[in-house]
């Protein structure tokens, strides 16, 4: 809060004890006062009382009550609050005090100025923290949002993936499937380029058709996705790992709804002295779904068993 915004005791005391010293008489306080922008009728009880006997009411007594005044009044008095903060620390012509109140009057300058700037300082420090707690908040309400709404993608892909088993037509079922797995990538925060074909020249028509490709640590890969009623065997494997050997950079994710043959696993061990290609089941796929685990780590631990124990078809389930 600003200092001025209510006179902490401190300093309401120590205004109390200056403000009489810088000006020699009463009417030059009510001046003083008025100076700084306080109305009549916030100085009206204690001008009433110097009015009616000036020798009831001192200095002192009218400084404390006009403060008094100004600072129960809260916000419809801070002008006039900081306008005598502002003149009082800004004051410089001491001739106007009594010669035996000039030094005294420095010394309580001093002593404001030094309250003043450590209330800043404190105020500053304060609204630093708030301002930091309410980044904190923000980031915390900010990854709680999108927590939830990657938790609602999920359950959607979930929903869609479950529906798909109810798909008699192969090749609508395996189209379909490249949408599903696609919006699954992304719900994870991973980097998809949707299926794509490629075509040859005028009379070959298409010669490559390449059902996605992901991003992931950096790398890409060609992702192969079929449906079929049996496990895949080499010539399909081989097909997706010719597109990824036309492609220096690139990496393999096989997924079949229907497992691999031992000869297809095999194929693709022998490929790891060139690629990295990993191997995975749609059954890991609905399991990973069902246990809420996360796909980035699944594809990182897959890939690592490829790369470090010559493995492409690691097993999580």
């Keep these: 809060m600003d200092i001025s915004f209510q006179y902490p005791p401190e300093l309401f005391n120590l205004l109390v004890d200056l403000i009489p010293l810088l000006n020699r008489s009463k009417k030059d306080v009510f001046i003083f006062f008025k100076g700084a ?13 110097w009015q009616n006997d000036a020798d009831s009411i001192n200095k002192y007594d009218i400084v404390r009550q006009v403060l008094i005044v100004l600072n129960q009044r809260g916000e419809a008095c801070l002008r006039e609050r900081r306008e005598i903060l502002k003149r009082v620390v800004e004051f410089e012509s001491f001739d106007t005090c009594w010669p035996s109140d000039q030094l ?6 001093a002593e404001i100025r030094k309250v003043i700037n450590a209330k800043d300082s404190f105020t500053r420090m304060s609204m630093e923290r708030d301002a930091e707690r309410k980044e904190r908040l923000e980031r915390t309400r900010a990854e709680q949002n999108e927590k939830a709404k990657q938790s609602r993608e999920i359950q959607a892909v979930r929903e869609q993936l479950a529906a798909l088993f109810g798909i008699d037509n192969v090749h609508a079922r395996g189209k379909a499937l490249e949408g599903v ?52 065997g080499v010539p399909e494997i081989s097909q997706h790992l010719v597109r990824v050997y036309h492609r220096s950079d690139c990496r393999a994710v096989i997924i079949s709804a229907s497992d691999f043959t031992e000869p297809a696993i095999s194929i693709c061990r022998d490929a790891l002295q060139h690629k990295v290609v990993v191997l995975c089941t749609l059954e890991e796929i609905v399991h990973l779904l069902e246990t809420h685990a996360d796909l980035v780590s699944f594809l990182e631990t897959k890939t690592q068993a490829a790369l470090v124990d010559k493995n492409p078809f690691l097993r999580l389930l």
Excluded: C
């Design 37 to 49: 922008g306080v109305s009549d009728e916030e100085m009206s009880g204690p001008h009433q009382r």
């Design 104 to 109: 005294k009057a420095k010394g309580l300058i």
């Design 181 to 232: 797995l696609n919006a699954l990538f992304r719900a994870y925060g991973i980097g998809v380029r949707e299926s794509f074909t490629l075509a040859g020249n005028s009379d070959e028509g298409i010669v490559e058709q390449i059902d996605g490709v992901i991003e992931l640590k950096g790398h890409l890969y060609l992702v192969e996705m079929k449906w079929w009623q049996v496990p895949l």
